[in-house]
Structures are given as structure tokens and as C-alpha cells.
Nanobody, 125 residues
Framework: QVQLVESGGGLVQAGDSLRLSCAAS????????MAWFRQAPGKERDVVAA????????YYADSVKGRFTISRDNSKNTVYLQMNSLKPEDTAVYYC??????????????????WGQGTQVTVSS
């Protein structure tokens, strides 16, 4: 089992950058595929970016491609989401998720076993 704790959210202006972090408990972090999802008010929770357990493979939603970067440091049990050129439409609660098996990245909500509590990102225009 793994526990996930997100940090790094906040209120920024359009064009600014933020880096989200997700710290995982446990000694088997490197065996988990990880992802960031987000959920805006009244909308479904959607994948933003995903990364394989080795970090070699990544996925980005079209809406963030070229602006966001997902990475992981298995020695620190942490996954990151670097968000640049933020837009008001990026405003949402961002969730970290972990999947306990598989070699690749995964983008479906139901594939993830563990979730963090979420961190709010608000981008003003």
C-alpha cells in the first residue's frame, strides 16, 4: 500500500509557473506507474500527465502538451509536475495517483489504485 501527499499548489497569474510534488510512502515506489489528474468544478476528473515506473515513458493530455512536464525521482519517492505558461483553464484540483502494477503509463481513472488528497491550482487572468 502507498500513501500519496501532494504539495505545491497555489494562486498564480496567467503565464506563471508552478511545480507540484507528490511524495509517496513505502519502499516500492519504483514499482508504481504514476499520474497527475485534475478536476475543475462541475467537470470530470481527467488525466493531465502519466509516467511509467521507470520514468522512460510519459503521456500528456493535448491541452498541456508543451507546457507541462511530468518527472519522477525514485530515490526520493516523489513525482513532479512542472507547469509552465499557466492558463486560467488550468484552474482545478490536481490529484496524484499511483498504479501498483504494469510496465507502462496509464491514462484511465479506474486503473489507479491510490490517490492523494489533491492540491488546488488557481490561475487568474
Amino acid at each position: 500500500q502507498v500513501q500519496l501527499v501532494e504539495s505545491g499548489g497555489g494562486l498564480v497569474q496567467a503565464g506563471d509557473s508552478l511545480r507540484l510534488s507528490c511524495a509517496a510512502s513505502g519502499r516500492t515506489f519504483s514499482s508504481y506507474a504514476m499520474a497527475w489528474f485534475r478536476q475543475a468544478p462541475g467537470k470530470e476528473r481527467d488525466v493531465v500527465a502519466a509516467i511509467s515506473r521507470s520514468g522512460d515513458s510519459t503521456y500528456y493530455a493535448d491541452s498541456v502538451k508543451g507546457r507541462f512536464t511530468i518527472s519522477r525521482d525514485n530515490s526520493k519517492n516523489t513525482v513532479y509536475l512542472q507547469m509552465n505558461s499557466l492558463k486560467p483553464e488550468d484552474t482545478a484540483v490536481y490529484y496524484c495517483a499511483a498504479k501498483s502494477s504494469g510496465l507502462y503509463y496509464y491514462i484511465r481513472l479506474g486503473e489507479y489504485n491510490y490517490w492523494g488528497q489533491g492540491t488546488q491550482v488557481t490561475v487568474s487572468s
